[in-house]
T-cell receptor, first 114, second 116 residues
Framework: GESVGLHLPTLSVQEGDNSIINCAYS??????FIWYKQESGKGPQFIID?????DKRQGQRVTVLLNKTVKHLSLQIAATQPGDSAVYFC?????????????FGKGTHLIIQP | ETGVTQTPRHLVMGMTNKKSLKCEQH?????MYWYKQSAKKPLELMFV???????ENNSVPSRFSPECPNSSHLFLHLHTLQPEDSALYLC???????????????FGPGTRLTVL
C-alpha cells in the first residue's frame, strides 16, 4: 500500500521556539490529511486537518502546510510549550477508500527542552 | 478526557488465555474502531463498526474477534494470541457520517497488551 512517513524520528527544540514536523506521502490521490498528537500513556488526539484543495490551515498555535507538488505535509507549532512534548504523526486518506483509506505515519517524537 | 474509555489499561496474558478488551464511548457516536499500535510502526486499523455493523476488516487474524453490541460499546475478544501480538490496542469513535473517511476520530487511552 501507499506509505506515509515522517522524515525525523526525534525533534528537540527549546521552549518558546517554533517547531516544524514534516510528513511525506506518496499517494497522489490522497485528499484529506490529519495531524495527531499522542502524549505518553494516552491515545492519539486530533490536532488539525486539511483538505487537498487547501495549501494552508491555521489553528491555535498550529499551522498545517500542504504542498501537493512534492507530496509534503508539515505541522508548525509556534512558541512551543512543555505540554507540546509528544509524538506527532500524520494520517492521510485517499478517494475510493472506506475507513481503510486512513493511513498513518510512524510518528515524530517532539521534545521541548526548558 | 476524550470521552472514550478503555479497560483494562494493561493486560498480560499467556498464549493459551482468553481475554477481552472493552471500549466505551460517551459521545453519542455511531462508528467505532479498533487499532493496533506497535512500537516503531504506524497505527494499523483492525476493525470498523458503523451503527453496530462491521464495515471494515483489514485481514486481521481470527484470534482477534470484535463485538459491537450497541453503538456505545466495542469489545475485542482475544484467544490463542502470539507474542508478536503484544502492542497498544486503541479504540476510537467517530460521529459516523455517510463518509467515514472524513470523520474526526476520538481515541481512547489504549490497552497495553503483553503476550507471554
Amino acid at each position: 500500500g501507499e506509505s506515509v512517513g515522517l522524515h525525523l524520528p526525534t525533534l528537540s527544540v527549546q521552549e518558546g521556539d517554533n517547531s516544524i514536523i514534516n510528513c511525506a506521502y506518496s499517494n497522489s490521490a490522497s485528499d484529506y490529511f490529519i495531524w495527531y498528537k499522542q502524549e505518553s500513556g494516552k491515545g492519539p488526539q486530533f490536532i488539525i486537518d486539511i483538505r487537498s484543495n487547501m495549501d494552508k490551515r491555521q489553528g491555535q498555535r498550529v499551522t498545517v502546510l500542504l504542498n501537493k507538488t512534492v507530496k509534503h505535509l508539515s505541522l508548525q507549532i509556534a512558541a512551543t510549550q512543555p505540554g507540546d512534548s509528544a509524538v506527532y504523526f500524520c494520517a492521510e486518506m485517499y478517494s475510493g477508500g472506506g475507513a481503510d483509506g486512513l493511513t498513518f505515519g510512524k510518528g515524530t517524537h517532539l521534545i521541548i527542552q526548558p | 478526557e476524550t470521552g472514550v474509555t478503555q479497560t483494562p489499561r494493561h493486560l498480560v496474558m499467556g498464549m493459551t488465555n482468553k481475554k477481552s478488551l472493552k471500549c466505551e464511548q460517551h459521545l453519542g457516536h455511531n462508528a467505532m474502531y479498533w487499532y493496533k499500535q506497535s512500537a516503531k510502526k504506524p497505527l494499523e486499523l483492525m476493525f470498523v463498526y458503523s451503527l453496530e455493523e462491521r464495515v471494515e476488516n483489514n485481514s486481521v487474524p481470527s484470534r482477534f474477534s470484535p463485538e459491537c453490541p450497541n453503538s456505545s460499546h466495542l469489545f475485542l475478544h482475544l484467544h490463542t494470541l502470539q507474542p508478536e501480538d503484544s502492542a497498544l490496542y486503541l479504540c476510537a469513535s467517530s460521529q459516523g457520517s455517510v463518509d467515514l473517511r472524513t470523520d474526526t476520530q476520538y481515541f481512547g487511552p489504549g490497552t497495553r497488551l503483553t503476550v507471554l
